[in-house]
């Protein structure tokens, strides 16, 4: 899926419904951002996951 969007004098992306609704993201969920290879990656971070790691409050999935 691609869609174009736009980047605010302050930095902010909207992302487009159709995108966060394939991801199950919704207002007010945290994302996970990071630069893989020259690509912009943003992924759902789900709440509450935890590895047995105390220290590891989110995982991106």
Avoid: F, H, W
């Avoid at 992302?15 to 020259?38: A, W």
């Amino acid at each position: 899926m691609k869609k174009i969007s736009y980047i605010t004098p302050g930095g902010q992306v909207t992302i487009p419904r159709s995108i966060m609704k394939s991801l199950g993201i919704d207002n007010g969920n945290n994302i996970l951002l990071r630069v893989e290879n020259g690509l912009l990656v943003l992924k759902k971070i789900e709440e509450g996951a935890n590895d047995n790691n105390k220290n590891t409050i989110c995982m991106a999935g």
